[in-house]
């Protein structure tokens, strides 16, 4: 029902194929949930249940079992209650703390997205800060800020310009990716918009090894 149409990502990062795998894997994932349950994935209209697709789809794609993931899971400040962070995965030897953020609209407002991106990055790097050391163990340990946007729009022939702008989409913040995941046919949803997901954001190594993928 979906594929990834677009994906894009710093090239001098070094998870770049991992983020891939990662974002086709989402992208498997609701398309499965939208077959079986004959719902729109456009009106899943949450944070938490982008993160839980995200979630469910790298380890339904984990051939290999070695990916552990942890959601909504308590954070400490010197023993103190710091506050929850959406999602830890651990991938072979390797952390990724995950900030999520949710947002839908016409994609127009460039600078809204890429703000929202920095404060989920601001928040996961006060949860890695508070328990810097717990990290020490693993070979890598990387903060992912990562933005679900569902794009509407009303007009067809908008819609399919934006999504031919995304093909040539400059990234403009460090460590950047980004995908847009769309109909395999482009057509009105039911509540008469054309849709799209836009799955983006950055990364941030607090170690420069690099992983397996």
């Known amino acids: ?23 086709n894997s989402f992208t498997e994932e609701i398309s499965l949930y939208a077959e079986r349950s ?13 993160l839980g ?16 993931i942890l959601q909504e899971f308590r954070v400490n400040n010197s023993g103190a209650y710091h506050g929850r962070s959406d999602m830890l995965i651990f991938h ?27 404060v989920a990055l601001h928040q996961v790097e006060g949860y890695y800060n508070s328990e810097a050391s717990a990290y020490s163990v693993y070979s890598s340990a990387t903060l992912i800020a990562l933005l679900f946007y569902v794009i509407q729009l009303k007009d067809k022939e908008a819609f399919h310009k934006y999504c031919e702008q995304a093909k ?8 950047e ?34 992983i397996e993928s």
């Open 168 to 175: 040539s989409k400059s990234l403009v913040l460090d460590n």
């Open 53 to 68: 697709f995200f979630a469910n789809g790298i380890i339904r794609s984990d051939s290999k079992k070695v990916t552990t």
């Open 92 to 118: 072979h030897n390797n952390a990724f703390l995950v900030e999520g953020k949710f947002a839908k609209g016409d994609g127009s407002d460039v600078n809204f997205k890429n703000n929202l991106v920095q």
């Open 1 to 23: 029902m979906l594929n990834v149409q677009v994906f894009k990502a710093d090239q001098n990062n070094s998870h770049f194929s991992l983020i891939e795998k990662w974002v």
């Open 177 to 210: 990716f980004y995908s847009l995941i769309t109909p395999k046919e482009i057509a009105l949803s039911s509540y008469e918009n054309y849709a799209a997901i836009e799955v983006c954001g950055v990364l941030k190594e607090t170690s420069k090894m690099l």
């Open 38 to 50: 004959m719902e729109e994935p456009w009106l899943l209209y949450s944070e938490s249940s982008m």
